[in-house]
């Protein structure tokens, strides 16, 4: 046995797919071999080490303590491997995608969901330039952005992404067993959270408006706490500081969660203004570019696909 020099690849290839997937066959059908190319392969390992790997139990084979030691190890490094063929790449290959998005889009819709895209993609590099204010596309600062509004901008390429709309909501320890709140008018005593970010402006969707819309008077619907980004009013209901009239798409990840709960089956109010995927009209839209759109498109898709089936 040689302490120096390290076994073929092939084999600890075939140990690290046998030991994740605790089956000789299984590792044959994702290596496109052979069960008995398997067994080789390992049986080459063994004699190298001087270690038995598996061992037979019944009808199975399983790991022994050495097979165990070196397999997570295994998986570990074929990743790096596989980490530095993708370093190596040209950089035709490899690409740095820049999206300009709200920051509370970003946070509380985006983000959560991107790990997606790198799982279908990881090749391509996505940065996600969290903007209060919004960029000069045409200009490079970004490759496409997410845009709320009422869209019509003529000097950007718009696609509808998510239309929105808004609810009260509230942690279920503010609720209680529920007798606090079981109508509308009984909101005025309750500590109200207020969206005062630059998008809630767009539609005018605010407390006032909401207790008028359910005849509702002689409230405190300006009193209570204001926050410049909608993921903040959020994250204030969550912590039981209040009650929120929030954006859906923004506070869906809480409310499926459990974290939030929607108080009126009616309560909610259809908003004018959506979200929309932009691009510059005077910049071609390259591959990569192109594969993040249809990707966001596919998202907003099954969320609101989720929605109807709530």
């Given at each position: 046995?040689?302490?120096?020099?390290?076994?073929?690849?092939?084999?600890?290839?075939a140990?690290?797919?046998?030991?994740?997937?605790?089956?000789f066959?299984?590792?044959?059908?994702?290596?496109a071999?052979?069960?008995?190319a398997?067994?080789?392969?390992?049986?080459?390992?063994?004699?190298?080490?001087?270690?038995?790997l598996?061992?037979r139990q019944?009808?199975?084979?399983?790991?022994?303590?050495?097979?165990?030691a070196?397999?997570?190890?295994a998986?570990?490094a074929?990743?790096?491997?596989?980490?530095?063929v993708?370093?190596?790449?040209?950089?035709?290959?490899?690409?740095?995608?820049?999206?300009?998005v709200?920051?509370?889009?970003?946070?509380?819709?985006?983000?959560?969901?991107?790990?997606?895209?790198?799982e279908?993609?990881?090749?391509?590099?996505?940065?996600i330039s969290?903007?209060?204010e919004?960029?000069?596309?045409?200009?490079?600062a970004?490759?496409?952005?997410i845009?709320?509004?009422p869209g019509?901008?003529?000097?950007?390429?718009?696609?509808?992404?998510?239309?929105?709309?808004?609810?009260?909501?509230?942690?279920?320890?503010?609720?209680g067993?529920?007798?606090?709140?079981?109508?509308?008018?009984?909101?005025?005593?309750?500590?109200?959270?207020?969206?005062?970010?630059?998008?809630?402006?767009?539609d005018?969707?605010?407390?006032?408006?909401?207790?008028?819309?359910?005849?509702?008077r002689?409230?405190?619907?300006?009193g209570?706490?204001r926050?410049?980004?909608?993921?903040?009013?959020?994250?204030?209901?969550?912590?039981?500081?209040?009650?929120?009239?929030?954006?859906?798409?923004?506070?869906?990840?809480?409310?499926a969660?459990?974290?939030?709960?929607?108080?009126?089956?009616?309560?909610t109010?259809?908003?004018?203004?959506?979200?929309?995927?932009?691009?510059?009209r005077?910049r071609p839209?390259?591959?990569h570019?192109?594969?993040?759109?249809?990707?966001?498109?596919?998202?907003?898709h099954?969320?609101?696909?989720?929605?109807?089936?709530?």
């Open positions: 046995m040689s302490t120096d020099r390290l076994p073929p690849l092939n084999a600890l290839r140990f690290e797919v046998a030991a994740r997937l605790q089956s066959s299984k590792a044959a059908e994702e290596l071999v052979t069960p008995g398997i067994s080789q392969q390992i049986r080459l390992l063994e004699d190298h080490i001087g270690q038995a598996f061992e019944g009808r199975v084979m399983v790991l022994t303590e050495a097979g165990l070196g397999a997570e190890l998986s570990e074929f990743a790096r491997l596989s980490d530095t993708r370093a190596m790449r040209s950089p035709t290959q490899r690409r740095s995608l820049t999206v300009s709200a920051p509370s889009f970003a946070g509380k819709w985006l983000a959560p969901r991107l790990f997606r895209f790198q279908l993609y990881p090749d391509i590099e996505v940065w969290a903007d209060r919004r960029v000069d596309l045409s200009g490079g970004a490759d496409l952005g845009r709320y509004g019509g901008d003529a000097s950007l390429s718009e696609q509808r992404l998510l239309t929105e709309e808004v609810l009260p909501v509230c942690s279920p320890q503010l609720l067993d529920g007798s606090a709140v079981r109508t509308p008018a009984d909101l005025v005593r309750q500590t109200l959270l207020h969206d005062a970010s630059p998008e809630s402006d767009v005018g969707a605010d407390w006032a408006s909401w207790f008028r819309a359910r005849g509702v002689g409230g405190r619907a300006e209570g706490v926050f410049n980004q909608s993921a903040l009013v959020i994250d204030a209901a969550v912590a039981g500081r209040g009650v929120a009239l929030a954006k859906r798409a923004l506070a869906q990840n809480d409310l969660a459990g974290r939030l709960v929607a108080l009126f089956a009616d309560g109010v259809p908003l004018r203004s959506a979200y929309h995927i932009v691009t510059a005077n839209l390259d591959l570019a192109q594969r993040f759109i249809d990707w966001l498109v596919a998202e907003a099954d969320h609101e696909h989720s929605l109807d089936e709530l």
